[in-house]
């Protein structure tokens, strides 16, 4: 069975500036896509950015890049010039290929972000 | 709104009682998905539904829990004989076959 760790529970940065969040998972699969909700007070899990596996170029989505290393099945959310908004619980979830028939998220256990202004 | 839609957005109810959650998806979205989180953790796969059917429900803790989408649309969760462990917030997600999961704000389920 696939599984996801975030090993940082907390996590804080000074606005404006770059934090990293770490995450590594487990599988046998080849092929998958690997993704960062955002989950603010409000509950709602926000996408934040995707990955698929068999890209080798890493996603961007304005503020936010990730680093994938594929063979070391790391998978960290790198967030620039943070703003106050960006402070809420990230988790790192990983997904099956539809073809694999599975169509769950499997998530890691979550890293609390704040931001200090 | 176009979002997913979750009711009620808190429900406190009392050990042994019987509770339904519900799920309103994204017009047109065809997969449907309950999640639990337990407070601190991430959440965690209950069922999964391809149209009216359940094309996953490996994640239901025991045969208390039961889902329905009887039109392929709304979905409910049902729990009978509630127990305190079942506290929690459920989630639920739409998404496009393939695409991207979609949350719901999620309903505050506590056991008294």
């Known amino acids: 069975a696939q599984t996801v760790t975030q090993s940082q529970p907390e996590m804080s940065v000074q606005e404006a500036e770059t934090v990293t969040l770490s995450c590594t998972y487990d599988?046998?699969?080849?092929?998958?896509?690997l993704f960062w909700y955002k989950q603010p007070p409000s509950r709602q899990m926000i996408l934040v950015i995707r990955q698929e596996a068999y890209k080798q170029q890493n996603a961007t989505e304005n503020r936010f890049s990730v680093n994938f290393q594929k063979a070391a099945k790391s998978f960290s959310l790198k967030i620039s010039d943070s703003q106050l908004g960006d402070a809420a619980m990230y988790f790192c979830a990983y997904r099956n290929p539809i073809i694999q028939g599975a169509q769950k998220l499997v998530f890691g256990q979550g890293t609390r972000l704040t931001i200090n202004p | 709104g176009a979002g997913v839609s979750q009711t009620p957005s808190n429900k406190v109810t009392e050990k042994g009682k019987y509770v339904e959650l519900r799920c309103d998806p994204i017009?047109?979205?065809?997969?449907l998905y309950w999640y639990r989180q337990s407070l601190g953790q991430g959440p965690e796969f209950l069922i999964y539904f391809q149209g009216t059917g359940a094309a996953d429900d490996s994640g239901l803790p025991n045969d208390r829990f039961f889902a329905v989408r009887p039109e392929g649309s709304v979905s409910t969760l049902k729990i009978q004989r509630t127990e305190r462990g079942d506290s929690a917030v459920y989630l639920c997600?739409?998404?496009?076959?393939?695409?991207?999961?979609?949350f719901g704000d999620g309903t505050r389920l506590s056991i008294l």
């Open positions: 599988t046998s699969e080849s092929d998958y896509y």
């Open positions: 017009s047109g979205h065809t997969a």
């Open positions: 997600a739409s998404s496009l076959q393939g695409g991207p999961q979609h």
